[in-house]
Each structure stands twice: as C-alpha cells, then as structure tokens.
C-alpha cells in the first residue's frame, strides 16, 4: 500500500513538473545589445543594436541612466537598431541598458562607456606662478651652473699659458 502512494505521488510530481517546465522557462529575448562605438563622450550619438526578434515588435524601446527612452527600429530579421543621444551631463563610467520588448523588460551590463573630459585652457597648472620652493631649486640650478661655467673657463685659461 505504501509503494502504490509513493509510486502515485512520484507519478504526479514528475507530471507537474513535465508540464510546468515550458512555462517556466526563461525569457531570452533579446539574446544581446551592442553598441558602436562602445566608448563614448558626453553628448554623443551611439547606435544601439539587439538581436532578437522581439525588439522588432513595434513599440520596444531601450532605456539607460545616460540617455532618455529610445524606440527601436526593425532592421529585419531578427534585428532592432536605435540611435541615442548620451546626456552631455553623463558621468564618466560603464553604462546598463534595459531593453522594453513584449512588454518584458532585460537588462544588459557594460554595453557602452562614457569617457571623461579634460580641463582644458589652464595647461594643467593649479597655481599662478612659481612657488618659493620653485625659486630656490631655480636658484641653485643657476648658480651651479655658473660656478661649474667658472671652474671650467678657468681651467681652459690656464692650459692656453703652458
């Protein structure tokens, strides 16, 4: 009696989890985003392309921290390209997408890079002018040099006489 229920309940659990596995698969759409070019500056266009045909779905859109939500466009196929405006304000740093497609959202990492600026105009000084420091090293350097000029042309006068 015992090995009936245990063969029954082994039966109907391995039905339930037959039948459950489709539905309980995961969603792999879209397989991956790419970006060109993958590094970036603030202000800059990128063109965003994912593979997978339900970002050709009308209505599927790609979003990140560093631009405003973007629909996507059919290439064909199994292809969906968006071209995006990073933030002039964005950070420097890796960027994540979230791609809106079916309404079923996913989320890539590291898909493109915001570079840094430079301060520009200022040659990469932090200080006006030269500072004490600077002026004694400066001092001594010419004074080094006129003392070793010194010994030197004295040197060559005394050789002339011989």
């Given at each position: 009696?015992?090995?009936?229920?245990?063969?029954?309940?082994?039966?109907?659990?391995?039905?339930?989890?037959?039948?459950?596995?489709?539905?309980?698969?995961?969603?792999?759409?879209?397989?991956?985003?790419?970006?060109?070019?993958?590094?970036?500056?603030?202000?800059?266009?990128?063109?965003?392309?994912?593979?997978?045909?339900?970002?050709?779905?009308?209505?599927?859109t790609?979003?990140?921290?560093?631009?405003?939500?973007?629909?996507?466009?059919?290439?064909?196929?199994?292809?969906?390209?968006?071209?995006?405006?990073?933030?002039?304000?964005?950070?420097?740093?890796?960027?994540?997408?979230?791609t809106?497609?079916?309404?079923?959202?996913?989320?890539?990492?590291?898909?493109?890079?915001?570079?840094?600026?430079?301060?520009?105009?200022?040659?990469?000084?932090?200080?006006?002018?030269?500072t004490?420091?600077?002026?004694?090293?400066?001092?001594?350097?010419?004074?080094?040099?006129?003392?070793?000029?010194?010994?030197?042309?004295?040197?060559?006068?005394?050789?002339?006489?011989?």
């Amino acid at each position: 009696m015992r090995t009936t229920r245990a063969l029954v309940v082994a039966a109907a659990t391995a039905a339930a989890v037959g039948l459950a596995a489709p539905a309980a698969s995961a969603w792999d759409q879209p397989s991956s985003v790419t970006a060109a070019p993958s590094v970036i500056a603030p202000g800059g266009q990128l063109v965003l392309t994912a593979n997978g045909s339900a970002c050709t779905v009308s209505g599927s859109t790609i979003s990140s921290n560093a631009f405003t939500p973007v629909k996507f466009r059919s290439m064909g196929g199994n292809t969906a390209t968006a071209t995006v405006t990073v933030n002039s304000n964005a950070t420097a740093g890796s960027y994540s997408v979230t791609t809106n497609c079916e309404n079923r959202m996913k989320t890539f990492t590291s898909v493109f890079t915001v570079i840094g600026g430079v301060q520009g105009g200022l040659g990469g000084s932090s200080s006006a002018g030269a500072t004490p420091t600077d002026m004694a090293i400066g001092g001594g350097l010419v004074a080094a040099a006129l003392v070793g000029g010194g010994v030197f042309w004295m040197r060559r006068r005394s050789e002339t006489r011989i």
